[in-house]
Structure formats: structure tokens, C-alpha cells
């Protein structure tokens, strides 16, 4: 219910220009959601909504890239050093050495970083490959991987 919930205030804001929580509220009653403005004002800071400039010049609410690209930041890099044994690269290619299994997770999470310089990705269990545009762009990943390795990110 509440997953649904959430899914309905990320696309309720991004089609109307939703300025208090009591409107956000009588949308989501409208669509079928009996809710109290206390659960809506947990759902606001949940989804991490700020208000931002609107259309009319009110505030309206929005999601927060800012936090947004904090949130994955911070699921790379959990995921990421808790897979990741070393990182060597071989042309446009890097090899990432995993832990068993768990391979995949990692190139996902190096797929949501979404880098230009990264064509794609290939994982087998304990091992990743990445594709890279040039031999410059893996040796700048390599070294970037290996410094979130090292913690120093």
C-alpha cells in the first residue's frame, strides 16, 4: 500500500503544481487513499520532496535531485565495497574482481552511476567487465573505482 502510495504522490507533484500538504492530502483521497496529513508529511520527507519554484511563482513540491543523487551515491558505494575485491583495466576494458556471486550487483551499480564514458557492462559471478569509449576513460575508472575501494570517497 504504501509503495503504491509513493508511486502515486512522484506522479500526482510531477502533474500538478501541488504548493500545501492538505492539497497533496485531498489528491491522494480523491485517488482512493484514506490518508491523514500526518502520514502524508511522512511520505513527504520519505520520498525526500522540497519545495521549488513553480510555474505561478508559489513553491510547489518536487523531488530533490540533489538528495536524489545522494540516496544512489551512497547505495553505490555500500554496494560496491561490500563486492569488490580489485580493479585492474586492460585497454577500454576494466576488470573488477568480485566476491562470489556478486558480480552482478556491482556492474548494476556501476550501471546506475549512468557514465558517459562507460559503453556497458558484463558480469559473470565473481568477475566484471566494463566497457569503456577509450583506454584514457578506463585508467580514469580504475582509479576512481579504486579510491571508493580504498574508502576514500
Excluded: W
Excluded at 510531477?14 to 502524508?40: D, R, S
Excluded at 580493479?87 to 568480485?98: E, F, S
Amino acid at each position: 500500500m504504501k509503495k503504491k502510495r509513493h508511486e502515486l504522490i512522484l506522479k500526482l507533484i510531477e502533474e500538478h503544481e501541488i504548493t500545501t500538504q492538505e492539497e497533496l492530502l485531498l489528491l491522494l483521497q480523491k485517488n482512493g487513499f484514506p490518508v491523514t496529513q500526518a502520514t502524508v508529511s511522512r511520505d513527504i520527507k520519505e520520498l525526500q520532496l522540497v519545495k521549488s519554484p513553480g510555474r505561478n511563482g508559489q513553491t510547489k513540491y518536487m523531488v530533490s535531485h540533489h538528495e536524489t543523487m545522494k540516496s544512489q551515491e551512497k547505495k553505490f558505494y555500500a554496494i560496491f565495497s561490500q563486492s569488490v575485491i580489485s580493479v585492474d583495466y586492460a585497454g577500454n576494458i576494466c576488470a573488477v574482481k568480485c566476491y562470489a556471486g556478486t558480480a552482478n550487483a556491482a556492474g548494476a551499480a556501476i550501471d546506475a552511476m549512468d557514465l558517459s564514458d562507460i559503453v556497458g557492462t558484463l558480469a559473470g559471478d565473481d568477475t566484471l567487465f566494463v566497457l569503456c569509449r577509450t583506454e584514457e576513460s578506463a585508467k580514469n575508472l580504475r582509479s576512481q573505482l579504486e579510491t571508493m575501494l580504498n574508502g576514500e570517497a
